[in-house]
DNA sequence: GACTGGATGCTAGCACTGCTAGACAATCGA
DNA sequence: TCGATTGTCTAGCAGTGCTAGCATCCAGTC
């Protein structure tokens, strides 16, 4: 049955449309601009057909949240496969990590500001989570130091990049101490 | 003129009576559950006269924000000054800040999640929030170290609690980890 | 080739949100 | 006692997320 296999890849395409148009307009106006209206307008159509793909708006957040993890995910390992030597490594991962997040502060805050119904340090958590988590834990691991299990300084370190960019992005940081604020991190954090 | 000193001390009765329920609600039942239909009928006033006192919605989260930094900074100032040696007064300053948050959700995030329409890092950045800050600064300008300016150290350490408090809050980190995270940051950042 | 049943997308509408215009009543100064 | 001012309320607007129920269209059958 060629004919229901080309409506499934329709189905398929459409709920591509749906999710990167929600996370283009969050960039563009902010996620208060993304309406289940505005949205169904964009993608050219009504309303409803957006529950036909989701449960509701949540779900639209937690797919763009996957889809930016996993391009996160992407972007840590490139930076660090790149990089020679532990400490210039973590360096290059902070940075790396800061920039993922300002230059994506809508699929950011899908992953780590709004709820999109995601399960979270936990055994149902999606797979491009782990992912994410486990691309920093790669870097991180080497520098946690002796007696320091490097899960639990990967979460601290992670915290610590968490809390700058969105201090910063809140207008709760001075833009211009972030790069000093990295360093000092990577300095006193990551053991030699 | 006593009968307008009298409508005067209710106004000001009457503002403190918003403040405190919208803060009351929202801790109880979440800032979604904070509109200003179910906050008027709780002080037992119709809705406009809300906007009698504040300008909308957000102002009112400004308020609450307010109100719960200049009760931080108390806190902060309390177990600093009651804790000797540099390093303990790190380690308590930084278990005093989480367990304000812990114990004030909604408060917390009206002064660093939700928009309440304050200015930071800025010279027209209310008083109690540079007040906070400053009692921050107190405990960690002591441990920043040598060739690193005080209020940089402060910064970063504020960050790295921050994304500790948010992230474990939103379930993206384990509670459980949340003592030797502090550990962890104090022992590697607080110069002795 | 006409018919039918089920899938599909639409219109219309619900209950809620933040906020405000305009009517009304209470209170004040003269 | 009267007019003006102040204070509060009712009612309503435009917007939100979400859904019931109706049209339409098209694949599969006779």
Redesign the pocket.
Known sequence: ?P??ER??R??VE?ERLIVATARELAEQQGWD????????ERI?????????H???????IGAVALEGAAEMAAALRATASATDGPHARVTALARAYLGFAERNPAVYDAMFQLDGGLAFADEDTPEPLKDAFAALLETLGEVAGDGVQPGLFTEVFWAALHGLTTLTRAGRLPREDTERGVELLVDRLAVA
């Open positions: 049955m004919v229901q409506k499934q329709e189905r459409r601009a993304v309406t289940t209206r505005r949205l169904a050219e159509y009504s309303q409803p057909v957006l529950y036909s989701f449960r509701g708006k949540r779900e639209i």
